[in-house]
């Protein structure tokens, strides 16, 4: 058997040149991860690879970022006085470790700007004197209404299923987030670290199912616990006298903001122990807008109405905010199409009767527009 070189005999067997970074790991230290732990822009070399058991488990890990035919350097061990470097695709490593034992593999960069660490440093250069004269003068305050922005079009883009829609709009909600967080590590608030170090363990607290040793059975039970840790973290920071709803954000959308409440409340019991209850509710308070006297009885009872409405669609599993999205684009669609229809006869939108327009709305509806 090989003995493992050393470190510096390792990287000039490799190959790998004049290089700006390299991660070097044991393979039993990635066993039980999902994604590698490494920039994927830097080279990697994954050492004490001593089984075909860990050879699958490594090739499960790199396939989750890299390409199946992205070319990787391996160190086998063929017998001889020295081992032997072969380039292989990532989708051979497993047959490759069947032929003969691993001694390392080498994972060459993808292209620069495809780790988190040079997003984050293109957007410190940004902000450096030498950068650009707007992103300098960006403050959280001014940058709010682009993030809102931000936000709207990437529902859109999920709303329209085009992967390379999300992915971009992805990147530019990403982008908000990384200037809002450079912009308060240049005033000392907080870092990118400290961002990812609290999510990450605010996850690890509200998944002890996950992470820990506590044992719930099914989506509602998760919900349940959820609640309950989430008020003994307020009781923690001696927020007792904020209620469950409190912490809802008043700039939500009504929808999102109704669904929301009534999810909270539901997740510690308060809530119709049968659909039946919420569909009668709908048909009261349809009802009571039949029998609204005047504007303000009547917006009040629109207004219950919708929440009643938004109750059902929660008890239906449906994304009243989404739902509602993708009847405004269709109409939209079907409206265009009825306004095409005019101009095909030579008249305007008013000129149409109301069955004509009928008439071309159904059309629209036929071809499923």
């Not at 002890?208 to 989430?230: A, C, D, M, T, Y």
């Not at 539901?266 to 048909?283: M, N, S, T, Y």
Request: charged share 30%.
């Amino acid at each position: 058997m090989t003995v493992l070189p050393k470190i510096d005999q390792l990287i000039a067997s490799l190959n790998l040149g004049e290089v700006s970074s390299i991660f070097i790991t044991a393979a039993a230290a990635l066993e039980k991860l999902h994604l590698p732990p490494f920039p994927l822009d830097g080279n990697a070399i994954i050492t004490g690879i001593d089984s075909k058991e860990m050879a699958l488990a490594l090739k499960g890990i790199l396939s989750a970022a890299y390409p199946s035919d992205h070319q990787i350097n391996v160190l086998v061990d063929g017998g001889q006085e020295q081992p032997e470097l072969r380039k292989i695709p990532l989708k051979e490593l497993t047959v490759q470790a069947e032929e003969y034992p691993l001694i390392a593999i080498c994972i060459p960069p993808l292209p620069q700007g495809t780790s988190f660490e040079s997003f984050q440093e293109i957007v410190a250069h940004l902000r450096a004197p030498d950068g650009c004269p707007w992103d300098r003068e960006q403050t959280h305050h001014t940058l709010r209404k682009h993030l809102i922005e931000e936000s709207y079009e990437t529902l859109d883009a999920i709303d329209s299923g085009d992967p390379d829609k999300m992915r971009e709009e992805f990147g530019d909600l990403l982008l908000q987030i990384v200037l809002n967080a450079q912009i308060a590590q240049e005033s000392r608030e907080f870092s990118m670290a400290d961002v990812i170090l609290g999510i990450h363990d605010k996850i690890v607290r509200r998944h002890p199912h996950v992470f820990g040793e506590v044992v719930i059975s099914g989506v509602g039970n998760v919900l349940q616990n959820w609640e309950k840790i989430k008020a003994d973290e307020r009781e923690s920071k001696g927020d007792t006298g904020k209620g469950l709803l409190d912490g809802l954000p008043v700039a939500l959308p009504a929808l999102v903001q109704s669904q929301e409440i009534q999810n909270r409340a539901a997740r510690v019991g308060f809530d119709w122990p049968e659909i039946e209850g919420v569909l009668d509710k709908v048909k009261e308070e349809i009802e009571e807008v039949r029998d609204a006297t005047d504007k303000v009885e009547l917006e009040g009872e629109v207004g219950d109405l919708l929440f009643a409405l938004v109750n059902l669609a929660r008890w239906k599993g449906v994304d009243a905010e989404a739902a509602l999205r993708d009847t405004n684009r269709k109409f939209k669609k079907r409206f265009a199409y009825v306004e095409s229809g005019a101009r095909d006869l030579g008249r305007r939108l008013p000129e149409l009767s109301l069955e004509e327009m009928e008439s071309f709305w159904q059309a629209a509806k036929k071809m499923e527009i």
